[in-house]
C-alpha cells in the first residue's frame, strides 16, 4: 500500500478564495482523521469519521469548514471563503481498531495571502 | 473525552546525553497510548505505543517509554541521544472503543546538539 496520500502537497490562494484539500486513506482502514498544525497550537484534531460516518466535528474552527467521506477511500476538507489565519499544515490519518497506530499522510501546506 | 499534556515545549540537549520528555494525560476511561516523531517537511510516524501488559515499552531509534497510571503518565526516555533525534515528539492518546478519536499533545521539539 502507498499509504495515506493527501493532494495537493502545497496550496498558495488568494483571501475568499474555496480551498479544498485530498485524502485518500490506506485500504482497509476504517477511521479516518484531519488534523491542523500550526506553532500556536500544535496539532489540532478537526474531525473525524469512522465507516465514513462523521463522528465528532467539534474541533472544526467555524461553519466555513467542511469535510466529507463519499466512500471509503476518499475524504474532502474544504475551507471557503478562506481567510489568512487558514495557513498551517492540514494531516490526514487513518487507522483501523483504535489499539493500532494511525498512518499519516504528507500533509498538505496550505498558504493564503 | 481524553486530554494530553506535553509539561516541556523544547527540550536542549548535548549529543549521548540522556533525554526525558514528559507527557501526562487525562482521560475518565481506559486508554491506549502513543509517541510519534515528526521530521521537518514530514509526516508523523509511530515511536512506541502502550496497549497492555508492561508498563515499560520500547521503540524505534533506542526509545522507551514507561505507563504510570497512577500519575497518569507516558514519559518517553532515551539513555544516549544523536544528532539524528532532533526533531517533534507528539505524545497521543486514545480510548478504547472503535470509532474513538486520536488526541495529541502539542509537541516538545528535541534539540541535540555536539
Known amino acids: 500500500d502507498a499509504g495515506v496520500i493527501q493532494s495537493p502537497r502545497h496550496e498558495v490562494t488568494e483571501m475568499g478564495q474555496e480551498v479544498t484539500l485530498r485524502c485518500k486513506p490506506i485500504?482497509?482502514?476504517?477511521?479516518l482523521f484531519w488534523y491542523r498544525q500550526t506553532m500556536m497550537r500544535g496539532l489540532e484534531l478537526l474531525i473525524y469519521?469512522?465507516?465514513?460516518?462523521?463522528?465528532?466535528d467539534s474541533g472544526m474552527p467555524e461553519d466555513r469548514f467542511s469535510a466529507k467521506m463519499p466512500n471509503a477511500s476518499f475524504s474532502t476538507l474544504k475551507i471557503q471563503p478562506s481567510e489568512p489565519r487558514d495557513s498551517a499544515v492540514y494531516f490526514c490519518a487513518s487507522r483501523s481498531p483504535p489499539n493500532t497506530e494511525a498512518f499519516f499522510g504528507q500533509g498538505t501546506r496550505l498558504t493564503v495571502v | 473525552a481524553q486530554s494530553v499534556t506535553q509539561l516541556d515545549s523544547q527540550v536542549p540537549v548535548f549529543e549521548e546525553a540522556p533525554v526525558e520528555l514528559r507527557c501526562n494525560y487525562s482521560s475518565s476511561v481506559s486508554v491506549y497510548l502513543f509517541w510519534y516523531v515528526q521530521y521537518p517537511n514530514q509526516g508523523l510516524q509511530l515511536l512506541l505505543k502502550y496497549l497492555s501488559g508492561s508498563t515499560l515499552v520500547k521503540g524505534i531509534n533506542g526509545f522507551e517509554a514507561e505507563f504510570n497510571k497512577s500519575q497518569t503518565s507516558f514519559h518517553l526516555r532515551k539513555p544516549s541521544v544523536h544528532i539524528s533525534d532532533t526533531a517533534e515528539y507528539f505524545c497521543a492518546v486514545s480510548g478504547y472503543q472503535a470509532g474513538t478519536a486520536l488526541i495529541f499533545g502539542k509537541g516538545t521539539t528535541l534539540s541535540v546538539s555536539s
Open positions: 485500504s482497509g482502514h476504517n477511521s
Open positions: 469519521f469512522n465507516n465514513n460516518v462523521p463522528i465528532d
